[in-house]
C-alpha cells in the first residue's frame, strides 16, 4: 500500500492519480534560541529535524511559529551525503542548500498542523542557497515555501533558531517532491 496521497483527476472519467505526498510535521514548537552554526562532517545525524528524502528529487518546505504576525526566525536546510572512510568508518558530510530568514504572516495553521494558535510564514528570505533551491515568497499574508533539490542525498535535516530573531516557537512542514 503506498502512502501517497491520491486524487480524483476531474479530466480523467473518476481515474485515481497519485499527487505529491502531504506535508508534514518536522519541527513542532521548537525555542531554540542557539545561533545556527555551519554542520560538520560526523558519524551520526543530527537528532531532531532529520528525515530520509528515499528517491524524491525535491523537498518542500513550510513554516511557522507562535506569537504575531512579523515575528521572525532563522532556519538552515542541510543535505547530508554518506562517505566510507578507509577504516570503514561511515561519515555523514553535510551541504548546507538553503539558509535564511521565515517571517509569520497572518494565516493561523490548524493546530493538528503546528502549535497551538501557529502561524504560518508568509515571507522566506534565503541569504545563502543552491542555483536550484526557489524561494515562494507571495504577497498579502499569503503562505511562502522552499523548494530545495535533494541532490541525491539520503538524508537532510533543517535546523531553526529565534536568537535574534522574534518568533517564541518555531514549527517546520515538510513535503517530498519530484517536480
Not at 17 to 42: G, M, Q, T, W
Not at 103 to 122: E, K, N, R, W, Y
Amino acid at each position: 500500500m503506498s502512502n501517497e496521497a491520491s486524487t480524483i483527476d476531474p479530466k480523467g472519467a473518476g481515474r485515481t492519480e497519485y499527487s505529491k505526498l502531504p506535508f508534514r510535521p518536522l519541527i513542532a514548537a521548537s525555542d531554540n534560541a542557539v545561533a545556527l552554526a555551519n554542520p560538520a562532517a560526523s558519524t551520526a545525524l543530527p537528532t531532531t529535524g532529520v528525515f530520509e528524502t528515499g528517491k524524491h528529487k525535491y523537498a518542500r518546505f513550510l513554516f511557522g511559529g507562535t506569537t504575531t504576525a512579523n515575528q521572525t526566525f532563522s532556519y538552515q536546510v542541510i543535505a547530508w551525503q554518506s562517505a566510507m572512510t578507509t577504516g570503514k568508518t561511515l561519515y555523514w558530510i553535510p551541504k548546507v542548500v538553503a539558509k535564511g530568514v521565515a517571517t509569520l504572516g497572518a494565516t493561523v495553521a490548524p493546530a493538528q498542523m503546528i502549535a497551538a494558535s501557529g502561524l504560518l510564514a508568509d515571507t522566506l528570505t534565503n541569504t545563502l542557497a543552491t542555483t536550484k533551491s526557489t524561494v515562494f515568497s507571495p504577497t498579502a499574508d499569503m503562505v511562502a515555501d522552499l523548494l530545495v533539490p535533494t541532490d541525491g542525498a539520503p538524508q537532510m535535516s533543517v535546523e531553526v533558531s529565534n536568537d535574534s530573531q522574534t518568533a517564541v516557537t518555531m514549527d517546520v512542514l515538510v513535503q517530498l517532491a519530484d517536480d
